[in-house]
């Protein structure tokens, strides 16, 4: 079985400012790995993922994440964040196994918020 | 062209009552995915459709829930005597692929914008 933990439920960051969102997952076979963003009052779509290759991925917006297998986190980074990017973040993992391909298991999520 | 649509975008319904919500994948996914967001609780799965296979079930909380998918293409999901805890925004999606084919993992999930329900 495959579970995601973020650690912060609710980061608080000024403009401009760099974030740093953390993730960490745990699971007994190899998975794949992504973030999905929630703008508010919108659905979910995906910021990046990490399928193989290098272990620093870039997605949307700037966002980019890199993948420590030895430490089993995947944390998402922007150096400069604008107001706009204030919406709730999904880190989540999928098994690398024949029969659960594509089924998402997501962290509980954490809620950026960005100040003027 | 037009995304993941779900039906109806609110439903408060009296504790006991049944409720169906409604999917309409993106035209061609194979893929359907129904998943639970309730507050603080993160998203939660509930169920997936791969095409003509057996739906994995794993993640449906009890048996008052169940889904379908009709002609590999809209999918009801039904909670049958509603209660409180039940109220959540529930989340369709749809990939192009599934079951584990390697392109399934570039072919990302595309979400609708959730029936959010509440039981009163």
């Known amino acids: 079985a495959q579970s995601v933990t973020q650690l912060d439920s609710q980061v608080p960051v000024f403009e401009e400012a760099p974030v740093e969102l953390r993730c960490n997952y745990s699971s007994s076979v190899s998975v794949y790995l992504f973030w999905y963003v929630q703008y508010p009052n919108q659905g979910l779509q995906l910021l990046l993922k990490?399928?193989?290759?290098?272990?620093l991925v870039k997605g949307i917006n700037g966002f980019e994440a890199e993948f420590n297998k030895s430490q089993t986190s995947f944390h998402l980074r922007k150096p400069s964040v604008h107001i706009s990017d204030t919406a709730e973040y999904f880190c989540a993992v999928t098994p690398m196994i024949y029969n659960q391909g594509g089924k998402l298991i997501f962290g509980q999520g954490t809620e950026l918020s960005v100040k003027p | 062209g037009a995304g993941v649509s779900q039906s109806p975008s609110n439903k408060v319904t009296e504790k006991g009552k049944d409720v169906e919500l409604r999917c309409d994948p993106i035209s061609g996914h194979t893929a359907l995915y129904w998943y639970r967001q309730s507050l603080g609780q993160g998203l939660e799965f509930l169920i997936y459709?791969?095409?003509?296979?057996?739906?994995?079930k794993s993640g449906l909380p009890s048996d008052r829930f169940s889904a379908e998918r009709t002609g590999g293409s809209v999918s009801t999901l039904t909670i049958q005597r509603t209660q409180q805890e039940d109220s959540a925004v529930y989340l369709c999606?749809?990939?192009?692929?599934?079951?584990?084919?390697?392109?399934?993992?570039?072919?990302?999930?595309?979400f609708g914008n959730g029936t959010r329900l509440t039981v009163t």
């Open positions: 999606a749809s990939s192009l692929v599934g079951r584990g084919r390697p392109s399934s993992y570039n072919s990302p999930l595309h």
């Open positions: 990490y399928l193989s290759g290098s272990t």
């Open positions: 459709f791969q095409g003509n296979s057996a739906p994995d």
